[in-house]
């Protein structure tokens, strides 16, 4: 908290903006000083917004994605390919997915993957909830989504072995074709280079 | 505003964090889904700083930096040397004068330099405030601390040519030392550079 020098209620803006992700304490007084010159009006928004953050934010009880509603808009659209489910790390994945226009199954969120270094194991994602789909909706084939990294490999690689084990076979299993840039996120790829590994999706 | 298939109070979090300078959509999508995802206190606590950023922040009549009361504690204290004014375009200039530890004097805070480019002229600074201060205070120096690159060279020149058809002479005017990288920021410079600059300072 490097702003004692500064009026209280600026160090206090400048030392919560340090606490957020990626944000140092220079970026931090930059942004708080922004605010302090620009229309009073801008703080005020972004305060607004900040403090309804999570007003009326719900999971949905199905696909397990951030929405208003239960069930969300995806999993109440009748016009949505219920046989099929595309299982991805993070809302902002079933985002890019959804700007691809060419995806018309559902989602599965598992808010993040598996990742022994920062203490996340499988039972901290929604797989439970996954596997409970997989017995009760009528589902033919799952598309393993998850970012082409180190932990989303070994989320597949968890997911597949758990659903190959469940007695019910002939659920096919998928993952998106590798044209994506390995180390990357989901969420940078491209609408195009995303709707390629959509179609090119090969069996497990 | 990319965040359209967002429940709409994260979109919102999201397009706010995109007004700031250098906060692109994505980095604005991180950071709402970190405070989505972290302790509700985070973003709750965010939010009531922003809300109160402006409260009791007033200009001092003085020096015109920012501060909770007027006179600010600088201009106020009477330990401060009152012949030596510190000219500097930012509040987190001061503070970076302040944290060298071995200046005496007052300051006085111009909030901007002149930049034909971005339309700020010599009548949207706080010079003509420093002009009266010359003619009703004891001062016998000012250091002109404006930051080392062309709107701030541009501004220094256009002070001490406004100093010197003063009627009154023998106002001392100097300039930091050139130890501090050109094209760069004062308030980016470590302590004993800034101590050095100020212990080396020239007459202009």
Same mark, same amino acid.
Request: proline share 7%; net charge negative.
């Given at each position: 908290?490097?702003?004692?020098?500064?009026?209280?209620?600026?160090?206090?803006?400048?030392?919560?903006?340090?606490?957020?992700?990626?944000?140092?304490?220079?970026?931090?007084?930059?942004?708080?000083?922004?605010?302090?010159?620009?229309?009073?009006?801008?703080?005020?928004?972004?305060?607004?917004?900040?403090?309804?953050?999570?007003?009326?934010?719900?999971?949905?009880?199905?696909?397990?994605?951030?929405?208003?509603?239960?069930?969300?808009?995806?999993?109440?659209?009748?016009?949505?390919?219920?046989?099929?489910?595309?299982?991805?790390?993070?809302?902002?994945?079933?985002?890019?997915?959804?700007?691809?226009?060419?995806?018309?199954?559902?989602?599965?969120?598992?808010?993040?993957?598996?990742?022994?270094?920062?203490?996340?194991?499988?039972?901290?994602?929604?797989?439970?909830?996954?596997?409970?789909? /997989?017995?009760? #909706?009528? +589902? &033919?084939?799952?598309? !393993? *989504?998850?970012?082409?990294?180190?932990? @989303? $490999?070994?989320?597949?690689?968890?997911?597949?072995?758990?659903?190959?084990? /469940?007695?019910? #076979?002939? +659920? &096919?299993?998928?993952? !998106? *074709?590798?044209?994506?840039?390995?180390? @990357? $996120?989901?969420?940078?790829?491209?609408?195009?280079?995303?709707?390629?590994? /959509?179609?090119?999706?090969?069996?497990?």
């Amino acid at each position: 908290l490097a702003s004692s020098a500064l009026p209280r209620p600026v160090a206090r803006v400048i030392d919560e903006f340090a606490r957020l992700p990626g944000v140092g304490n220079k970026t931090a007084s930059r942004l708080a000083f922004h605010l302090l010159r620009a229309d009073r009006e801008q703080a005020r928004a972004l305060a607004a917004a900040l403090a309804g953050l999570a007003d009326g934010i719900v999971t949905c009880s199905r696909c397990c994605n951030i929405a208003e509603a239960d069930p969300c808009p995806v999993c109440a659209d009748p016009a949505r390919e219920p046989s099929v489910v595309c299982v991805v790390e993070e809302p902002l994945d079933v985002l890019a997915i959804e700007r691809t226009g060419t995806y018309r199954g559902l989602f599965h969120v598992l808010h993040g993957a598996i990742s022994p270094v920062d203490g996340i194991t499988p039972a901290d994602l929604r797989i439970r909830e996954l596997i409970l789909r /997989l017995q009760s #909706e009528p +589902i &033919r084939e799952i598309i !393993l *989504a998850t970012n082409p990294s180190l932990e @989303g $490999d070994a989320t597949a690689m968890y997911i597949e072995r758990s659903v190959r084990a /469940l007695p019910d #076979e002939g +659920i &096919r299993i998928t993952r !998106l *074709a590798r044209g994506l840039p390995i180390g @990357g $996120d989901i969420e940078y790829a491209d609408e195009i280079t995303l709707a390629r590994a /959509l179609e090119g999706r090969r069996d497990v």
